[in-house]
């Protein structure tokens, strides 16, 4: 016993360490945010920001449009995610609960489309939105995006279900539900932890998403956050490092809160087990 | 039951996308709107000129509005290209006087040669600047604004070492450099920052010792960095250098860091470059900044400095041309060049030039060759690899020299 | 009935890159330069792109070069992130909130912003690197520059792509253990089997479908990479002896308006790293089978 709570304590303060170490990038975004323009550009680092400024949160925040910005992002990006996973949910145990002519293709065009390099794609893309005159709004960008999560969404979460046994569907099955309805009862709960890192990917990935914004997006009214960030590095001349800090600082802000509302659907505790006996 | 709600949620939303893509959106480009694609300069630099000017727009042209959206000078052309494929691009757009002459072979600008009286002191147009904007003997580009390169430097740290007046030849502003780094002796600290592979720099001792960077033989581009008067400006450029900065700087281009952090730092007493970079040359050193032309090796007179800038083109595809050339002249109005004089720039033509460092520097100039693929050359950093090579002695000047003007002449070659 | 299920996806992925694709197989086989985009017309050359591209030595040099930083970055995104995953199965809970926190954020983090943290954090001036390894006695490394030879330049690259990719793998890779039964570990362990036999029989069955994929998609996204290693060495330092697939890509297609050519060299990487993760991708479809 005794063994096992040194060992603990080892693997704690590994974790603390890694923990200092990873975060590190992070935290020297954080506090340049609140440093002093001299703080900034001084030789030797400064650790903490002795006096703090908020004045670099302030100008970020008074910069035109970021609030409209960030109503953007956050509809393009909720709407995106919500419609790909729903949709990729149900290809997703198709793929892996049934049999069916044109399976191993599906599956191969799903890791073939990811393939693609999107630089190769941008100009065609964006010819075909222009047709339809979906340049330079919400919507085309969402169809893009939907596009760009589904197969990796699809992919991903068929690796989940598989990892989960099929005796509990049939155990379900003889109490007379449908196989589909034994499915929403048994796997939906099951999947939650590979269902919630999946959409937390999609959801990064669609709010960090930068080429393809940029490219469709023109007016500033309608462009995302992430464009909205790019404009602190365009001139010729200095770039404003306490205020891009700032509001790099603030738009990482929604994709963390983001993550609190759904991390308790990932086990945090090994406590269920598979089947009972 | 709910296996069938289920199913029908789903088929609706799979509907619902499709409706979306087939259903040709009621986004139709708005009647009498202009687009205008701006660098983000003016939107931190004058917007109020850009304000005056769609102000005067609206004005001659009523029911008409102006949409103005900046741009950032890393991916404006990649966009540009994206808006060409789809027909849609802007009405005006704002262009680097070296990106020019890639899309006006492209035929991507229409032809304005014959409204040019309507721009405002088009007969003045300042010679470097104009000529960014012509191919073919026909005028695609108006002239915008243009930036000279000037020595910004610490007015104090050159007085303690007893030096009173501006350098008025290379060889006394080096001498005069070698006293300012012996009077301070902190680690790392430059007398004049330069990025080695800054080549604006370096080609300006080029083109001072009468170099060139190509010229034209019976319609083929000849690379000219090889020749005699180009390799005795390269020599005298790194016995510059090599004078005058830690060899840590023979690798750097001059953007990571930017010269100016370098001055903020109080680790350099000089920088060679545009005219603006005292907006950024940090609080504590305002009071002792100040400018002087760079001193050419010639006695009295300035080295050429690369003439950058701005150029106003009309895309070809626009449905708004008379509009967008009207803009145009509001925004190149004499009053708004003024103003742009004003905020430190060279206007755009030559009866408006004033006396500042800037302006004065202007006097003698140089620019890249007009060639469809200058870009390209750009983009390989085929100038900059020469240059890393002299400068940390990988190869002699000569050798360097040689494979940078080959690789110039094929890129430039292309069809 | 699994028609029906699969029915959305293929109409919404139909109808978005449909056109798209077809349209870059059609450019691959034109000369499709700037002067072509604007006049909306091209020319048929057949083969003549990819001809041109794979006799083109840059060509050769760069697939190598990204083959091996492929390796390179896949690897150690593997392996660190499952070993993090493993180190907070065995920490206590607050300890984990920290690291899942700490994870998070990193993962928040937009590329675009991180390489910007990146390039300061290594800056020849005042980077934070180059001030701790000196006073560490590491060494002397004042005013060093991280980015002169191509191997260091990749390097700092690879280490911010690691970086940012270790969450989603961590992350992922945990929530595959969370499906790992805690009752039959127990059991292996009573039967005294060492960890090792146990992480093999009992850990690995579960996750490894995970590990599959994440690796399938970690060989996809580092081979094509771009935005940090273009962004992170500066477009004014990339020349052919640094360039990566994905930056070749981009600078031979699209900087220089050689659309056709970069439709080719589009369709030639997906055929590479479809080549390379092929091991991967069956293996994945053929676990599927047997369910």
Redo the contacts between chains.
């Keep these: 016993m005794r063994t096992k709570a040194v ?2 304590t080892g ?2 303060a ?3 360490a ?2 200092v170490v ?2 590190f ?2 935290f ?2 954080v506090s340049t945010a609140f440093k002093t ?2 703080q900034i ?5 400064t650790w903490f920001p002795t006096h703090p400024t908020l004045s670099h949160f302030s100008d970020a925040l008074h910069r035109p449009f970021f609030w409209t910005d960030v109503k953007n992002s956050l509809i393009v990006v909720l709407i995106s995610v919500a ?1 790909a996973m ?3 949910f ?2 997703a ?6 049999r ?1 002519t044109g ?2 293709l ?4 799903m ?27 919400l ?1 085309g960008v969402i ?2 995006y ?2 760009s999560v ?3 969404s ?3 979460l ?3 279900i ?3 046994p ?1 005796d509990l569907e049939e155990a379900a099955m003889v109490d007379g539900s ?4 034994a499915f ?1 009862r048994i796997l939906l709960p ?1 999947v939650a ?2 269902l ?2 999946t959409s ?2 999609a959801f ?1 990935t669609s ?2 998403e ?2 393809f914004a ?2 469709l997006l ?3 009214s309608r462009q995302t956050i ?1 464009v909205w ?3 602190f ?7 404003d ?1 306490g205020s ?2 700032a509001a ?1 600082t603030l ?2 802000i929604p ?2 809160i983001f ?1 609190l509302l759904v ?1 308790r659907k ?10 009972k006996g | 039951m709910r296996t069938r709600l289920f199913m029908a949620a789903l088929a609706a939303v799979s509907l619902g996308v499709v409706a979306a893509t087939a259903s040709a959106g009621v986004q139709r480009a708005q009647a009498n709107k202009l687009t205008v694609w701006l660098q983000v300069d003016a939107q931190s630099g004058w917007p109020d000129l850009v304000a005056a000017a769609n102000q005067q727009f609206q004005q001659q042209n009523p029911g008409w509005t102006v949409d103005v959206q900046y741009q950032n000078w890393s991916d404006h052309l990649q966009k540009f290209d994206a808006t060409l494929a789809g027909s849609d691009t802007p009405d005006v757009i704002e262009m680097g006087n070296t990106e020019m002459t890639k899309y006006m072979a492209a035929g991507a600008f229409a032809d304005l040669t014959s409204s040019k009286s309507q721009f405002p002191n088009s007969s003045h147009w300042l010679a470097g600047l104009a000529k960014s904007g012509q191919y073919g003997g026909k005028v695609f580009g108006v002239p915008y604004y243009a930036g000279s390169r000037v020595i910004t430097y610490r007015a104090d740290l050159f007085k303690k070492a007893g030096i009173t007046k501006p350098p008025t030849s290379l060889a006394q502003f080096e001498t005069d450099l070698v006293k300012v780094g012996k009077i301070n002796k902190a680690k790392g600290f430059a007398p004049l920052y330069v990025g080695g592979e800054d080549w604006y720099t370096a080609l300006s001792f080029v083109y001072d010792y009468g170099g060139s960077i190509a010229t034209t033989h019976g319609g083929k581009w000849v690379g000219s960095l090889d020749s005699p008067k180009s390799i005795a400006g390269l020599t005298a450029f790194k016995k510059f250098f090599d004078a005058t900065q830690p060899k840590s700087t023979a690798t750097l281009d001059g953007t990571s860091p930017f010269p100016y952090t370098v001055f903020s730092q109080g680790q350099t007493a000089a920088n060679y470059g545009p005219a603006w970079y005292t907006c950024c040359t940090g609080a504590k050193y305002k009071g002792v900044t100040a400018q002087f032309v760079m001193p050419s090796h010639i006695k009295g007179q300035p080295m050429p400095g690369f003439l950058g800038g701005s150029d106003l083109a009309v895309p070809a595809p626009s449905n708004a041309k008379a509009q967008a050339i009207q803009w145009i002249a509001d925004f190149t109005s004499t009053a708004s060049e003024q103003g742009l004089e004003q905020k430190g720039n060279i206007p755009n033509a030559t009866n408006l030039l004033g006396t500042s460092v800037n302006e004065r520097a202007a006097a003698r100039s140089w620019f890249v060759p007009q060639a469809k693929h200058w870009v390209d050359v750009e983009n390989g950093n085929i100038l900059k690899t020469m240059l890393s090579q002299i400068l940390t002695g990988k190869l002699t000047v000569k050798q360097a020299a040689t494979v940078a003007s080959q690789n110039i002449a094929q890129t430039l070659n292309e069809s | 009935m699994p028609y029906l299920l699969v029915a959305p996806v293929v109409v919404v992925l139909g109808a978005i890159l449909g056109y798209p694709i077809y349209n870059l197989v059609r450019l691959s086989l034109q000369r499709y330069g700037l002067f072509e985009l604007i006049q909306h017309h091209g020319v048929y050359i057949g083969l003549h792109n990819f001809g041109s591209v794979l006799h083109d030595s840059v060509f050769w040099h760069t697939l190598v070069r990204t083959i091996v930083f492929t390796i390179a970055n896949v690897g150690l995104t593997i392996v660190v992130g499952t070993l993090l995953a493993l180190l907070l199965v065995q920490v206590s809970a607050w300890v984990r909130i920290l690291l899942t926190a700490g994870l998070v954020l990193v993962w928040a983090m937009p590329p675009v912003v991180a390489v910007q943290v990146w390039n300061w954090m290594t800056n020849i001036q005042n980077g934070v690197l180059n001030y701790l390894l000196t006073e560490l006695h590491v060494g002397d490394y004042f005013q060093h520059n991280w980015y002169v030879t191509p191997f260091s330049q990749l390097a700092m690259s690879t280490t911010l792509i690691v970086w940012g990719a270790l969450p989603f793998v961590v992350i992922t890779v945990y929530a595959a253990l969370s499906q790992v039964s805690p009752e039959l570990v127990e059991a292996a362990e009573i039967d005294g089997a060492a960890s090792w036999r146990v992480f093999k029989d009992v850990t690995m069955p579960v996750i490894t479908p995970v590990l599959l994929i994440l690796t399938s998609l970690s060989i996809l996204w580092d081979f094509g990479v771009f935005t940090q290693p273009y962004l992170l060495i500066g477009q004014g330092h990339i020349v052919p002896s640094n360039y990566l697939m994905g930056i070749y890509l981009f600078e031979e297609g699209y900087v220089r308006a050689d659309f056709g050519r970069g439709a080719a060299i589009s369709i030639l990487m997906l055929v590479i790293v479809a080549a390379m993760s092929i091991v991967y991708v069956r293996r994945m479809i053929r676990l599927g089978e047997l369910a």
């Design positions: 060992r603990r693997w704690n590994l974790g603390i890694l923990f990873l975060v990038p992070v020297w975004m323009e001299d550009n001084s030789l030797t680092p419609i729903s949709v990729a149900f290809a145990v198709a793929l892996s609960k049934y069916f399976r191993k599906f599956l191969v065009l890791i073939g489309i990811q393939m693609l390099p999107a630089a190769g794609l941008i100009i065609p893309l964006y010819v075909v939105l222009a047709r339809y005159h979906e340049v330079n709004t919507t169809l893009v939907i596009a589904l197969p990796f699809v992919w991903t068929r690796g989940f598989i990892g989960i099929n449908t196989r589909l309805g929403m099951l932890p590979g919630v890192a937390v990917f990064i709010w960090n930068y080429i940029r490219t023109n007016d500033q992430t960030l790019s404009y590095l365009g001139t010729q001349r200095q770039t490092w891009l800090m790099s738009t990482a994709v963390v993550f991390q990932i086990a945090f505790g090994l406590t269920r087990g598979a089947v």
